[in-house]
């Protein structure tokens, strides 16, 4: 089971932000961290913790390894307004956190 | 172009049956585990299954272990969830997904859905 906190947040354009995700077991770094823009379909942002996908901004950084881990907007943008989510893929069942809302304030 | 067209959306009763099927184009689909993940409407996203490159490895959700069976044909680019015994709590939309794998330098194995369908819109009701 993952945690992420907060479910949601507002922060203004120029912010860092930072979301955080719990394992409920280890997971070394089998962790993922994707965005879904409203009314779009997810796209990957990170891959073992903190490996940056091709082509993500690097505004985008995560950290973290066993059970707690980060994703960080080090300058929020308004086109990162959209859902953030973690997802273990140390063994299956692969699961999802339940989710962060990121709002411009 | 690289991507994936789902197909096989629908109305359905509970306990009834749907399949969904997912074409793939544009990359060597066989080099690929391919995987299902669901949203429920106003939710978050939900792992469904995956499927490895032969078809021979298949993991479920709990949720769904026993209902639903994931398949593929290589022959044809496509992946299919045959879903039966249909709840309401099933209802959501069914993305299709590509699951890329990296080797980091520890000789670690690391997987993430890179490419996503649109998806399907599933409803259970009477």
């Known amino acids: 089971q993952m945690t992420q906190s907060p479910s949601s947040l507002s922060a203004s354009v120029g912010d860092r932000v930072t979301i955080t995700c719990r394992a409920s077991?280890?997971?070394?770094?089998?962790l993922a961290w994707y965005q879904q823009r409203p009314g779009k379909v997810p796209q990957v942002l990170i891959y073992?913790?903190?490996t940056l996908q091709s082509g993500v901004p690097a505004r985008f950084s995560g950290s973290g390894s066993g059970t707690d881990f980060s994703l960080t907007i080090s300058s929020l943008q308004p086109e990162d307004v959209a859902t953030y989510y973690c997802?273990?893929?140390?063994?299956?069942?692969?699961?999802f956190g339940q989710g962060t809302k990121v709002e411009i304030k | 172009e690289v991507q994936l067209v789902q197909s096989g959306a629908g109305l359905v009763q509970p306990e009834g049956s749907l399949t969904l099927s997912c074409a793939a184009s544009?990359?060597?689909?066989?080099?690929?585990?391919m995987s299902w993940v669901r949203q429920a409407p106003g939710k978050g996203l939900q792992w469904v299954a995956n499927?490895?490159?032969?078809?021979?490895?298949?993991y479920y959700a709990d949720s769904v272990e026993g209902r639903f069976i994931i398949s593929r044909d290589n022959a044809k680019n496509s992946v299919s969830l045959q879903m039966t015994s249909l709840r309401a709590d099933d209802t959501a939309v069914y993305y299709c997904?590509?699951?890329?794998?990296?080797?980091?330098?520890?000789?670690?194995?690391?997987?993430?859905?890179?490419?996503w369908g649109r998806g399907t819109l599933v409803t259970v009701s009477s």
């Open positions: 997904a590509r699951i890329s794998g990296h080797e980091s330098g520890d000789g670690s194995r690391h997987w993430f859905f890179d490419l």
């Open positions: 997802q273990d893929y140390h063994t299956a069942p692969w699961t």
């Open positions: 499927i490895g490159q032969d078809g021979s490895e298949k």
């Open positions: 073992a913790a903190s």
């Open positions: 544009g990359f060597t689909f066989s080099n690929y585990w």
């Open positions: 077991q280890v997971i070394r770094n089998y």
